[in-house]
């Protein structure tokens, strides 16, 4: 019974959480409320697990939530009932866009779209640089610019470009080494 | 069967090295499906970006959908997500069994220090490539600048975004059109 619950509000929360994994959260929230499932102290331990482990946040999201109130199974009914919509939706819509796909007004709107994604997947970069290259905190503490820029790692995304365009190696050569620079240098 | 293997295995690893959300795994889905594959081409990356960003789910589980579809139909659509979202579950349930406080760990803590810095890199990498695909005309500079400058300023839905410019690329389209009759 508890699975057909599970299943239920993580198919749910799949079906209406539009836009990526951070937007699965509110639905977590509003899970725990209602059932008690897990605590909010859970959400936080799985928000910092799912950002540093691999994988999609909603996913591991969906896992760790479905562990922690029924085990290994939760997890996975948990998991299911998250991606079933998207299966589904995705489906239809790839199916449709296959029969349309040289019709003019698609490729019009694909003309739009595009750039748009673009844009978006530049703004996406934007915020994870931001985490990653600033001190925020630091700044808004001491006032003073310098503190503003995390030095190691500007310099570390630096030889990590460098190496990118000279050698280009398969991407997770590169989070390897910036890993274990990240231990040594104690970012 | 092994064409199913294959695109469960290739999402699996791509699932397994992406840190970070449906964003960071642009620069593993263009070395592993465009590059290496030949599975789709960063134009299509692109639609299913913003696709998957107006339909219901994770952008990271849309996008799979969509280049399994294309590869092997809808089976292959189903097993390419299944093969994204395995390790995951593996890593995490095992993580959720037995080390509830991984995340503080100091260790973890630097090396993903490390790592969010990589992501970063590999993402602008992964966007100077697309844009030289993707923007090769002053309209479609125009959408790209409104975008961001849209997204920094006003806490506005994805969803918006991608419609609205759907809407300009059609009259864009049209525009372009009478003025070639003209």
């Known amino acids: 019974m508890i699975f057909l619950q599970l299943l239920f509000e993580f198919f749910k929360a799949g079906l209406f959480a539009v836009g990526g994994g951070l937007a699965t959260l509110p639905f977590l929230f509003d899970i725990s409320a209602k059932t008690g499932w897990f605590s909010t102290q859970d959400i936080m331990n799985l928000i910092a697990i799912s950002e540093s482990t691999p994988g999609p946040l909603g996913v591991n999201m969906a896992t760790y939530a479905g562990v922690v109130t029924t085990g290994v199974a939760g997890g996975l009914v948990a998991t299911i009932g998250l991606i079933l919509p998207s299966i589904v939706i995705i489906e239809i819509i790839a199916t449709i866009l296959e029969k349309f796909k040289n019709a003019k007004i698609v490729q019009a709107i694909f003309s739009g779209l595009r750039p748009a994604s673009t844009g978006l997947i530049t703004v996406a970069g934007l915020m994870v640089a931001k985490v990653a290259l600033l001190n925020i905190e630091l700044f808004s503490e001491t006032g003073k610019i310098t503190d503003l820029f995390s030095i190691f790692s500007i310099i570390l995304a630096v030889l990590i470009y460098a190496g990118l365009k000279k050698f280009k190696k398969h991407p997770v050569i590169y989070i390897a080494i910036a890993a274990a620079a990240g231990i040594l240098l104690q970012l | ?182």
């Open chain 2, 1 to 182: 069967m092994k064409d199913y293997l294959d695109l469960f295995l290739i999402f699996a690893r791509i699932g397994g090295l992406t840190f970070g959300g449906g964003y960071a795994m642009l620069p593993m889905l263009k070395k592993e499906v465009v590059e290496n594959r030949g599975w789709a081409t960063e134009e299509e990356l692109l639609d299913y970006y913003a696709i998957g960003q107006c339909t219901p789910g994770i952008i990271a589980v849309n996008t799979a959908t969509f280049i399994g579809y294309k590869t092997k139909g809808i089976l292959g659509g189903i097993v390419a997500t299944l093969g994204v979202v395995a390790p995951s579950v593996v890593i995490i349930t095992l993580i959720a069994l037995f080390l509830q406080n991984f995340a503080d760990i100091t260790i973890v803590k630097h090396a993903f220090a490390g790592i969010s810095v990589c992501v970063c890199v590999l993402i602008f990498d992964a966007i100077l490539s697309l844009g030289k695909k993707s923007l090769k005309n002053i309209f479609s500079w125009v959408v790209f600048s409104l975008v961001i400058a849209i997204s920094l300023v006003f806490d506005i839905s994805p969803i918006f975004v991608v419609i609205l410019a759907g809407i300009a690329g059609v009259i864009y389209t049209r525009i372009k059109k009478t003025k070639e009759v003209k």
